[in-house]
T-cell receptor, first 113, second 114 residues
C-alpha cells in the first residue's frame, strides 16, 4: 500500500522556470512532511519540511504548499537552475515512536540550460 | 557532508549468501534507521535502533536484522539473500532528543545479488 503518492515521475524544465512536484497522502496521523533531494551516488538530503499547522513555507527558491483538507502538498522550485537537476522525494511521518519516514516514489527533475 | 558514513560502497553477492553492511553515525546520534531503496523507487523503512535496541520495524522479514553499538556505529545483516534484495541500502542517524528534520542520511551501500 503506497501511503504517499508523488507525481510526476519525471519533469523537464528550462533554466529560470518553475518546477512543481505534487504529493498526496492517505494517513491523517502524518504530522511532518519533508522533501528530500538526492543526487546520483548520494543519500537523500533534507531540502525543506512543513508541519500541517501552516499552509506554506518558503526557504529561498523552494516553497512547500500544504492543503490539509485535500491531504496534498507540493514543492515549488522557483528560478530553476541546472544544479537543481536531481531526484526529489516527498515524505511523511508521524512524530513520536520510531518516526519512520514514508517516501513517495520520486521525481527526476532535469533543468535544461 | 552529513557525518554519516557507510561501507562498503558497492557489494556483489550471490543468492543465498549473507551480507553485513555498516554505518558510522555522528557522535551523539543514538538513533539509527535503515532504509532500502530499490532502483527507481523511494526509500523504504526497514527498522530503527535506539540505544542498541530495535524500536520500530517496517514490512521486512526476520532475515533482515541489525545491531547498534555504543560507539555510534551500526550494522544491517541480511541472510539468505534473494535477487529482490538488490538495492541501495541507506542508514540515517539523529539524536533521539531532536526533531526528525535533524536526521542525516549516509551515501548508501549498493548491493547487487546475482
Amino acid at each position: 500500500q503506497q501511503q504517499v503518492k508523488q507525481s510526476p515521475q519525471s519533469l523537464i524544465v528550462q533554466k529560470g522556470g518553475i518546477s512543481i512536484i505534487n504529493c498526496a497522502y492517505e494517513n491523517t496521523a502524518f504530522d511532518y512532511f519533508p522533501w528530500y533531494q538526492q543526487f546520483p551516488g548520494k543519500g537523500p538530503a533534507l531540502l525543506i519540511a512543513i508541519r500541517p499547522d501552516v499552509s506554506e513555507k518558503k526557504e529561498g527558491r523552494f516553497t512547500i504548499s500544504f492543503n490539509k483538507s485535500a491531504k496534498q502538498f507540493s514543492l515549488h522550485i522557483m528560478d530553476s537552475q541546472p544544479g537543481d537537476s536531481a531526484t526529489y522525494f516527498c515524505a511523511a511521518l508521524t512524530q513520536g515512536g520510531s518516526e519512520k519516514l514514508v517516501f513517495g516514489k520520486g521525481t527526476k527533475l532535469t533543468v535544461n540550460p | 557532508e552529513t557525518g554519516v558514513t557507510q561501507s562498503p560502497t558497492h557489494l556483489i553477492k550471490t543468492r543465498g549468501q549473507q551480507v553485513t553492511l555498516r554505518c558510522s553515525s555522528q557522535s551523539g546520534h543514538n538513533t539509527v534507521s535503515w532504509y532500502q531503496q530499490a532502483l527507481g523507487q523511494g526509500p523504504q523503512f526497514i527498522f530503527q535502533y535506539y540505544r542498541e535496541e530495535e524500536n520500530g520495524r517496517g514490512n521486512f522479514p526476520p532475515r533482515f536484522s541489525g545491531l547498534q553499538f555504543p560507539n555510534y556505529s551500526s550494522e544491517l545483516n541480511v541472510n539468505a539473500l534473494e535477487l529482490d534484495d538488490s538495492a541501495l541500502y541507506l542508514c540515517a542517524s539523529r539524536h533521539s532528543g531532536r526533531i526528525a528534520d535533524t536526521q542525516y542520511f549516509g551515501p548508501g551501500t549498493r548491493l547487487t545479488v546475482l
